[in-house]
């Protein structure tokens, strides 16, 4: 069985400070990893992924994802959030060389940025 | 570039009518294709997915069924629509090909059932 876990329901913060939105995950053998974010009525958008290689993996609009295999966490973070960073993000686990194509998504973390 | 097309973008249907969703696929061969059901804007719900033609996993039993009658078209179907069908509904693909493995969405449809 595979899961996810997001420990918040939201995140605020102030637009140029730093953002973090936490993830933590569970899975058979080594994990598939992904951040998707959501608009008001829109898709998911995908923002990055960690399949193997460096812990660090950065994605679209200056996200970047740690991968941490000791404390079984994927945290999203920007170095400075802007208003337009506020949205639904994400985190989503696979597990690795599993035949089974579907993804566990976590239930989501609401990210608001004040200006 | 694959792009993904869902519609009808909004729907508004009374209980106990039929109902169809339509998503295709352009620009890529043999996806997987899945189907979420997102409610009250929060967690998503996998309710199907096929990996190829005719080939539908259903995940959730309910008053939903899917179906895939070509390559890169998948529906969501319903005979007879309850109130808690609500929702906003998401198709996804995937590619079927060993290395590449988000998901990609289309812009959902939002269903009202009254």
């Known amino acids: 069985a595979q899961s996810v876990a997001q420990p918040e329901d939201q995140v605020n913060v102030a637009e140029g400070n730093p953002l973090t939105v936490k993830c933590t995950y569970s899975v058979s053998g080594n994990p598939y990893l992904f951040w998707y974010v959501q608009y008001p009525n829109r898709g998911l958008q995908f923002l990055l992924k960690?399949?193997?290689?460096?812990?660090l993996v950065k994605g679209s609009y200056g996200f970047e994802a740690e991968f941490n295999k000791s404390q079984t966490s994927f945290h999203l973070k920007k170095p400075s959030a802007l208003v337009s960073d506020s949205a639904l993000y994400f985190c989503?686990?696979?597990?690795?060389?599993?035949?089974?194509?579907?993804?566990?998504f976590g239930a989501g973390t609401t990210v608001t940025v004040r200006a | 570039s694959q792009t993904i097309h869902q519609w009808p973008a909004t729907l508004v249907q009374p209980v106990g009518s039929p109902l169809s969703l339509e998503c295709t696929v352009e620009g890529t061969s043999n996806p997987n294709l899945y189907w979420y059901r997102q409610a009250a804007g929060r967690g998503l719900q996998l309710l199907f997915y096929?990996?190829?033609?005719?080939?539908i996993s259903s995940e959730v039993p309910q008053n939903l069924s899917a179906s895939r009658p070509q390559d890169r078209q998948f529906i969501l179907s319903s005979k007879k629509l309850l109130l808690s069908d609500s929702g906003f509904y998401l198709c996804?693909?995937?590619?079927?090909?060993?290395?590449?493995?988000?998901?990609?969405f289309g812009p959902g449809t939002r269903l009202t059932v009254t």
């Open positions: 960690y399949i193997t290689g460096d812990n």
């Open positions: 096929s990996v190829g033609i005719g080939q």
């Open positions: 989503a686990v696979r597990a690795f060389r599993s035949n089974d194509y579907k993804l566990s």
């Open positions: 996804a693909w995937s590619p079927s090909l060993a290395g590449n493995y988000e998901q990609y």
